[in-house]
């Protein structure tokens, strides 16, 4: 088992760079999510770890050893692709012991590591069919079976889920969650999906635009959001952002409508100041349907016209227009509410978030 | 009027008897009769020129006596090829011909599909120069071939007496072996651009993720092609294989010109053999019965290839 330090790391293509000097440590046996939207260098930067890609600057460490011009082979690694990437002319059982085959491990050896991982993944049954017999999901554990039986230092995950329907996703993730647990190693997850990385990771890295924005497990990066772009992007539905300007002790937004400036902020802001407000819509909700106790909120109340509901049975999403935007609230228990009827908004404040409009940095620091 | 008259008679009378119809019942129906042009060509530009030359494997038949074509005389021209040394001869040196330049062809064409593939800029017009030889009739490529390798005037000669490797004017056309290396040479030159071809096609279509995975998995440069490039690209290769031998199993042109089997027959192939049988010593039963022979030998490479094909295939045709 192994860290993995990126330390500077950039890559260039031609003179377009795609990576911008990024820094990671990962711990030993810890689950990292890289996530962020597609372009953003997640998986640029997981194939540089993997040997895939060169390095146009900085270093990568794999257990303290410097890697940048090893070559795959010699990293020990594995990696699961996002297409599966089996070798087709291959069984499964071949597939997966093709490593060790290459590595000249003797053949009992391989078939007993082969069986080993067979059983773990629940693919005994499979072994000697071609990868063109098995469902998707099959595919992706005999991908990830090939994956385990070398017993690498770190694994790397490149979107394992992509190409799997919603119901196999939510199986498989469970899984690969297991797995970790039972193998116990350092594993490396790139995904676009921010369910994945939640329930997942011990750590979430979040990137955009070649540059890392935050840091963080998933409490973290969901309740303290370093930057408007993380809060923006964890969190489904999304964080309802909208910017506003302080004037003593309040936040006004365009168009007139005010709210309190949140305690919290209080000698943070100070007056002039543009920021950006945020609020989860599971702080957001029609009084007396929300998350929080009563007790420990900071409620400020609103009344306003619903537009738009989205039933999803245990709750109900309702969009209200607020200071010229939509707003997204989360309503628990809920109750039926048709377009245009008047209701109760709480903004619970002691959640609320605020972001300097300029660099969008957290002003909650 | 009288005819019509009948007609119509017997069309009412049969009517009469079996209902409706009657009137079509005499016509082709309409599947056949619209395939009908079809067969037709068909019958008269392939199968009776086929059963023709076939059953004239069975006659004496020569070309400067017609009449000769009705005596039938059996096996008899089966039976002598059994036992001529010469044909023999010729069959051997087409299987060897065949099979050295296939495998020359396999090997060059897939380095150079493997070095286009490399080629970052320029990649197509890196593809149309490899196709050049392919778009010069093999006339031509003989041509040229023979000048090259002439003892006294040729490229290759000369060049290598200027190199100083030689200062005598090697016989290339006039050795046995030499002229069929020449040929080979010519061969090669003009169709190792089919593998190529076909391989690199096989490249382009091959997903890089299998490759990766290989290199993750511990693989040198080396074992990745061994294990995993090749493996994708042997259907390619096995139709690039089965055109080719095709071609070569009906190798006349370049020979013909470059050496026209000679001399003293020590580069005779088996086309080069049944056309001057056929049409120089005017023996065309005798031909006929080598040429089916032949044919033979073309279906013989042609399956096997293909039933390579199909297992290359099954192995990885589901992937894509």
């Known amino acids: 088992m192994a860290t993995v330090s990126l330390h500077s790391l950039v890559k260039r293509y031609g003179n377009i760079p795609v990576v911008h000097g990024i820094d990671l440590e990962v711990a030993d046996r810890e689950f990292i999510a890289l996530v962020g939207p597609s372009g953003c260098g997640k998986s640029t930067t997981l194939r540089m770890i993997a040997g895939l890609e060169d390095i146009s600057g900085g270093e990568i460490r794999i257990g303290g050893n410097l890697v940048n011009d090893l070559p795959p082979r010699s990293r020990n690694i594995s990696m699961v692709f996002q297409s599966y990437a089996l070798y087709p002319h291959m069984t499964v059982a071949e597939n997966m012991g093709f490593s060790l085959k290459i590595a000249g491990k003797p053949q009992t050896e391989i078939a007993a590591r082969v069986a080993e991982a067979a059983k773990t993944l629940d693919l005994e049954a499979l072994l000697h069919r071609r990868p063109s017999q098995l469902s998707g999901g099959q595919r992706q554990r005999v991908a990830m079976g090939r994956a385990i039986v070398r017993n690498p230092e770190v694994f790397l995950f490149d979107e394992p889920l992509s190409n799997l329907d919603a119901k196999l996703r939510t199986q498989m993730r469970i899984e690969i969650k297991k797995l970790h647990a039972k193998v116990n190693s350092t594993v490396i997850y790139v995904t676009h999906d921010q369910v994945e990385a939640m329930t997942l990771a011990d750590r979430i890295v979040i990137m955009r635009d070649g540059h890392i924005e935050q840091v963080g497990t998933p409490e973290d990066v969901f309740r303290r959001p370093a930057t408007r772009f993380v809060a923006g992007f964890i969190g489904s539905p999304p964080m309802n952002l909208q910017e506003a300007t302080v004037e003593d002790g309040k936040l006004v937004f365009a168009g007139g409508a005010t709210l309190p400036l949140p305690r919290q902020f209080h000698d943070k802001v100070e007056a002039g100041r543009k920021v950006v407000f945020g609020l989860r819509p599971d702080d957001l909700y029609p009084t007396g349907h929300g998350i929080h106790s009563g007790e420990q909120a900071e409620v400020h109340e609103v009344e306003k016209a619903v537009t738009l509901t989205e039933p999803l049975g245990n709750e109900t999403l309702v969009f209200t227009e607020f200071a010229g935007h939509e707003w997204i609230s989360r309503m628990l228990n809920p109750k039926l509410l048709k377009p245009g009827e008047k209701v109760k908004l709480s903004f619970d404040l002691s959640q609320a978030h605020l972001f300097d409009a300029g660099t969008g940095m957290s002003l909650r620091a | ?320």
């Open chain 2, 1 to 320: 009027m009288n005819e019509a008259g009948t007609v119509v008679e017997t069309a009412e009378t049969r009517g009469g008897n079996a209902s409706t119809g009657t009137l079509k019942a005499w016509r082709l129906p309409a599947p056949v009769l619209l395939l009908l042009p079809a067969f037709v060509v068909l019958a008269a530009v392939v199968v009776v020129p086929l059963l023709l030359s076939l059953y004239s494997s069975f006659t004496p038949f020569r070309l400067t006596r017609p009449d000769s074509i009705w005596t039938f005389i059996g096996f008899r021209n089966y039976e002598r090829l059994f036992t001529d040394w010469e044909f023999w001869v010729a069959f051997g040196r087409t299987v060897l011909l065949l099979t050295v330049a296939l495998n020359l062809e396999m090997v060059l064409g897939l380095g150079l599909a493997l070095l286009v593939e490399k080629a970052t800029r320029g990649q197509r017009i890196l593809r149309t120069i490899m196709m050049f030889p392919m778009m010069f009739s093999p006339v031509l490529v003989g041509f040229q071939f023979k000048f090259m390798f002439n003892d006294n005037v040729g490229l290759i000669n000369n060049a290598l007496q200027a190199l100083g490797l030689t200062d005598r004017a090697i016989p290339w056309l006039i050795d046995g072996t030499l002229a069929f290396i020449a040929i080979l040479t010519a061969e090669v030159w003009s169709s190792t651009a089919v593998f190529a071809i076909f391989i690199l096609a096989g490249l382009m279509a091959m997903p890089r993720e299998p490759v990766e995975a290989a290199r993750v998995d511990g693989c040198t440069p080396w074992q990745t092609f061994r294990y995993v490039t090749w493996p994708y690209l042997m259907p390619f290769a096995f139709i690039a294989m089965t055109i080719r031998s095709l071609d070569i199993a009906r190798a006349y042109d370049i020979v013909k010109i470059m050496t026209d089997g000679g001399p003293a027959k020590r580069t005779e192939i088996l086309w080069t053999l049944i056309a001057r049988t056929g049409y120089s010593d005017a023996r065309m039963g005798l031909a006929n019965a080598m040429a089916y022979v032949a044919i033979l030998l073309s279906i013989v490479f042609t399956a096997l290839f293909f039933r390579q094909l199909a297992k290359a295939r099954a192995q990885v045709a589901a992937e894509w």
